[in-house]
């Protein structure tokens, strides 16, 4: 369990943040101003509410568009990074974080750029016999206290809880949860979001999450 949702029996909406979408279209009326955090969080809740669903999933290998809100995903002198690599849960803030394997920890930090992931947790673990990490983004600057690299968790110990914007990196409160096969030197942080370019070689290190989540309807 990762958060304190049963996916076989809680109402969850799978929510699409691609150019397909056509609530993020450019002429949509009224536009919807991602920059604006506080629009952002009201139109992902309203979404859900709408739904009747108590979590919103998704994401894994997405062509997104809501990256564009960030200079921090666009650098004038790289290809934009508009692939998502991990799986997204929104939920709200204050939601408690569960470690879905034993493992110990590897490495945190807070990532406090305008659209980063703000405090991050990155845990690594022994998974069918190989080393498998995973990334814990967006959570509460209060989650990394007390933390120490090397520290023990066992699955289903209490790890984090989802932030509050702005202190998440300034997104609507959400769970980022990426698996990495390596961290090629990275400590506290990792691209969560890679360009074109670079889709099948990140694709390759970072398996689909929802290995370990099963949640209905996402690709396994």
Same mark, same amino acid.
């Given at each position: 369990? +990762?958060?304190?949702? *049963?996916?076989?029996?809680?109402?969850?909406?799978?929510?699409?943040?691609?150019?397909?979408?056509? *609530?993020?279209?450019?002429?949509?009326?009224?536009?919807?101003?991602?920059?604006?955090?506080?629009?952002?969080?009201? /139109?992902?809740?309203?979404?859900?509410?709408?739904?009747?669903?108590?979590?919103?999933?998704?994401? &894994? #290998?997405?062509?997104?568009?809501? &990256?564009?809100?960030?200079?921090?995903?666009?650098?004038?002198?790289?290809?934009?990074? $508009?692939?998502?690599?991990?799986?997204?849960?929104?939920?709200?803030?204050?939601?408690?974080?569960?470690?879905?394997? !034993?493992?110990?920890?590897?490495?945190?930090? !807070?990532?406090? #750029?305008?659209? !980063? &992931?703000?405090?991050?947790?990155?845990?690594?673990?022994?998974?069918?016999?190989?080393?498998? &990490?995973?990334? /814990?983004?967006?959570?509460?600057?209060?989650?990394?206290?007390?933390? /120490? $690299?090397?520290?023990?968790?066992?699955?289903?110990?209490?790890?984090?809880?989802?932030?509050?914007?702005?202190? #998440?990196?300034?997104?609507?409160?959400?769970?980022?949860?990426?698996?990495?096969?390596?961290?090629?030197?990275?400590?506290? *942080?990792?691209?969560?979001?890679?360009? +074109?370019?670079?889709?099948?070689?990140?694709?390759?290190?970072?398996?689909?999450?929802?290995?370990?989540?099963?949640?209905?309807?996402?690709?396994?």
């Amino acid at each position: 369990m +990762l958060l304190p949702f *049963d996916f076989s029996t809680d109402p969850f909406l799978i929510l699409d943040f691609s150019a397909t979408n056509p *609530d993020l279209a450019p002429n949509r009326q009224p536009p919807l101003d991602l920059t604006n955090t506080a629009a952002f969080t009201d /139109y992902v809740f309203g979404t859900l509410r709408a739904a009747g669903a108590r979590v919103g999933v998704g994401g &894994y #290998n997405e062509h997104r568009v809501i &990256y564009r809100r960030s200079p921090h995903f666009q650098q004038a002198t790289q290809s934009p990074r $508009e692939i998502h690599l991990g799986i997204d849960l929104w939920a709200d803030a204050g939601t408690p974080v569960f470690s879905p394997l !034993d493992g110990v920890v590897h490495s945190f930090q !807070d990532n406090a #750029n305008f659209g !980063d &992931y703000g405090p991050t947790i990155i845990l690594e673990h022994t998974y069918e016999g190989k080393p498998l &990490y995973s990334l /814990y983004g967006h959570l509460t600057r209060s989650s990394l206290d007390g933390l /120490y $690299e090397g520290k023990p968790v066992r699955a289903g110990d209490k790890l984090a809880e989802i932030g509050p914007y702005p202190e #998440n990196g300034d997104w609507p409160p959400h769970l980022h949860f990426q698996l990495m096969t390596d961290m090629f030197g990275h400590r506290g *942080d990792f691209p969560g979001v890679c360009s +074109l370019t670079d889709r099948a070689y990140y694709l390759s290190i970072c398996p689909d999450p929802n290995q370990l989540l099963h949640i209905p309807g996402l690709s396994q």
